[in-house]
């Protein structure tokens, strides 16, 4: 009894062994792969096939040798061109040229910046050229090559190429960023003024303090809260502003009726 339980439980190994083996990318490279694999190629570790090795890029289902251009390196990478340039070069039609720093500029990794430089910090980008940023009065200068190349003080806006002073008028205040106003809490912006919200009778200021609402039970209409009319077997919704029936009554028009 006991050497046919030993003799089983071989039996099970081998085959869970021959289950593994099969289904192992190697040994299926190996055995249904190695014939189709082209030369200077490995077998895939993500799934069954192949992939070429490294120097080599794939070509007409076959491994070609990667020809790295001068000022160049070789990437591992089974896509492109199978190489980069070296720092202080940038591709040009599968070649690698020299980056031309222009004055006033920096060089930089061609992969982030084709054009391989960026202009120093006081300076914009200007037909393949660094300019000196000019800076009008109550602003100062950004670290962005492009654009203008300043922003204005707080409590100041663009006005052309100049910065000019925001006016805030009573009872407004300047916003987060300082470019712009916005009013106190109970007024609202009409033009360049802040005038007071008047609220109706049952109505009170929202919660942003830019408007106002009505009391439960009551419904905003132009300019005055309304009450509900509320039917027969019915009640006031959730919201507040309207009204719903009680079951097992059903809306129909303006009453509740058992349907």
Request: with cysteine; glycine share 10%.
């Amino acid at each position: 009894m006991r050497n046919m339980q030993i003799r089983s439980a071989v039996t099970i190994r081998s085959l869970l062994l021959s289950v593994v083996l099969a289904t192992s990318p190697g040994v299926a490279f190996s055995q249904s792969g190695a014939a189709s694999a082209p030369s200077n190629s490995h077998a895939n570790l993500y799934g069954r096939g192949w992939e070429c090795d490294y120097g080599y890029r794939e070509v007409a289902r076959a491994c070609t040798a990667v020809k790295v251009p001068a000022d160049a390196h070789a990437v591992d990478s089974t896509y492109g061109l199978g190489w980069k340039c070296d720092r202080n070069f940038r591709e040009v039609k599968e070649t690698c040229i020299a980056v031309e720093v222009p004055s006033n500029a920096y060089p930089v990794d061609s992969l982030f910046q084709p054009r391989g430089w960026e202009c120093n910090r006081g300076y914009r980008l200007l037909n393949e050229s660094c300019v000196a940023v000019q800076v009008p009065a109550h602003a100062f200068s950004t670290d962005s090559s492009n654009g203008r190349g300043w922003e204005c003080d707080r409590g100041y806006q663009q006005g052309g190429n100049a910065c000019v002073p925001i006016n805030v008028p009573v009872n407004g205040y300047l916003g987060r960023f300082g470019d712009n106003w916005s009013c106190e809490r109970g007024f609202k912006r009409s033009g360049e003024t802040c005038v007071a919200i008047a609220a109706p009778v049952h109505g009170y200021l929202n919660y942003s303090g830019s408007d106002w609402a009505c009391e439960r039970g009551y419904k905003r209409t132009g300019a005055a809260c309304l009450a509900v009319r509320v039917p027969a077997n019915a009640h006031i919704d959730n919201i507040g502003e309207d009204w719903e029936c009680n079951q097992p009554y059903h809306k129909q028009k303006d009453a509740c009726a058992v349907l």
